[in-house]
C-alpha cells in the first residue's frame, strides 16, 4: 500500500496575492473563491478580524455576481486555496457558511 500525500496547502500570504491579483485584473467570480477560502484559513488559524473583513469582501463580491441560473453559480474548481468549495456558489452560500463571520461581535 502506497501512502498518498495529500497535496500541500498554499501559504495564506500565496493565496492573498492571488486574492490581490483577481481584484486587479476585476475577476470577481475567482476574487470571490478567494476572498472565501481566506476567511475559512484564517479563522482556522485564529485570525478572526482579518477573516471577517475577507469574508465581508467574499458576500459582497458574491452578491454582484450572476445567480439566475444554476451554470451562473456551478463551481468549476473543487477547492481554492487549500479550501474546498460548494458546489453551488453565491450569496446565499456565502452568507451561511461564513455566518460566524459575518455577524457582528
Given at each position: 500500500?502506497?501512502?498518498?500525500?495529500?497535496?500541500?496547502?498554499?501559504?495564506?500570504?500565496?493565496?492573498?496575492?492571488q486574492y490581490e491579483d483577481e481584484r486587479y485584473f476585476q475577476d470577481s467570480w475567482a476574487a470571490a473563491q478567494y476572498a472565501y477560502a481566506l476567511a475559512v484559513r484564517l479563522r482556522e488559524v485564529g485570525e478572526v478580524d482579518e477573516a471577517r473583513r475577507y469574508a465581508k469582501e467574499c458576500l459582497w463580491l458574491a452578491e454582484t455576481l450572476p445567480a439566475n441560473t444554476l451554470d451562473d453559480v456551478t463551481t468549476e474548481q473543487q477547492s481554492?486555496?487549500?479550501v474546498s468549495l460548494p458546489?453551488?456558489?453565491?450569496?446565499?452560500?456565502v452568507r451561511s457558511r461564513l455566518a460566524d463571520l459575518l455577524t457582528a461581535a
Open positions: 500500500m502506497v501512502d498518498e500525500e495529500a497535496p500541500a496547502r498554499p501559504e495564506i500570504g500565496q493565496v492573498r496575492k481554492v486555496g487549500g458546489e453551488r456558489f453565491h450569496d446565499g452560500v
